[in-house]
């Protein structure tokens, strides 16, 4: 029901644009969160946007260069990422849970829909 999307391969300093798409729900009352899984890693919590209040949560690994939106009329939430790094390369996830509040977060276990992930790879 989470379809993520727009992973590839980019220099460092590049950016790229992740799409994650959600089907048999709307985002209002959702939580959507984007997380990344490097390979030999824990899966890390990147950013956050409450779909009630549009509240955003971001990891200090990726403040000030990562962004994450919505298009509520789309069911789609966005993660713009700028001035990519090698270290940012992982598979990137989308996931979702009812939260019917401003509530967001970047904890995993919090989450209970999972998409598929979309692979970014930054060379150096």
């Known amino acids: 029901q989470l379809q993520a999307s727009g992973g590839g391969l980019v220099q460092a300093g590049g950016s790229l644009r992740l799409s994650c798409t959600a089907s048999g729900f709307t985002f209002d009352d959702y939580a959507i969160g984007w997380f990344r899984q490097a390979p030999g890693k824990e899966r890390e919590g990147v950013s956050c946007i409450s779909g009630s209040d549009g509240s955003t949560y971001y990891a200090d690994s990726v403040k000030g260069r990562f962004t994450i939106s919505s298009d509520n009329a789309k069911n789609t939430v966005y993660l713009q990422m700028n001035s990519l790094k090698p270290e940012d390369t992982a598979v990137y996830y989308c996931?979702?849970?009812?939260?019917?509040?401003?509530?967001?977060?970047?904890?995993?276990?919090?989450?209970?829909?999972w998409g598929q992930g979309t692979l970014v790879t930054v060379s150096s």
């Open positions: 996931a979702a849970v009812w939260s019917g509040s401003s509530w967001c977060g970047l904890g995993g276990p919090d989450f209970d829909s």
